[in-house]
């Protein structure tokens, strides 16, 4: 059974004309509009707003499709990820000169410190010889190395 909430909703969304109502409440919706004095006078509300809204004339604006076809888009600026890839490779001009050879000569730099990461090339860190670094430094600092061998 439906209820005159429900009944108000369905009017309201697709107008009170029947053959706009949804098929499978069609049926429904109309018992409840013949049984009901409610339905009746929500119907007979909604038709009066209908025809008011069917007498509102929207103005002619002759020119304004081709004012809105024949606008100039805004630039795009693009994302923030694009500005900055766009900055660290540029396209053109005296950044790809510059930029360009200055990465090329980093990435031995960056090959060294990955492989430094991750292999020690027979440096282990657990061996007790590093404690006595700072000892060696130390004496090695007290050398006297002025001698003249001439």
Known sequence: ???IKEF?????????????WPAELRGECSAFVANSAAARSLIHQQQKVE???DQIIAPDFPTLESRVV??????????????????????????????????VACLPLMF????GNFYSFGVDLGNDGF????????M???????ENLF
């Open 1 to 3: 059974m439906i209820t």
């Open 8 to 20: 108000t909703q369905i009017v309201e969304t697709h107008g009170t004309e029947p053959t706009h």
């Open 51 to 53: 025809n008011l809204l």
């Open 70 to 103: 024949n606008q100039l888009l805004p630039k795009h600026t693009g994302s923030v990820f694009d500005q900055i890839l766009n900055w660290l490779l540029p396209q053109n001009g005296l950044g790809k000169n510059i930029w360009r050879p200055a990465m």
């Open 112 to 115: 060294g410190i990955v492989i």
């Open 131 to 138: 404690a006595y670094w700072d000892d060696e430094l130390i």
């Open 140 to 146: 090695l600092s007290l050398n006297d190395y002025t």
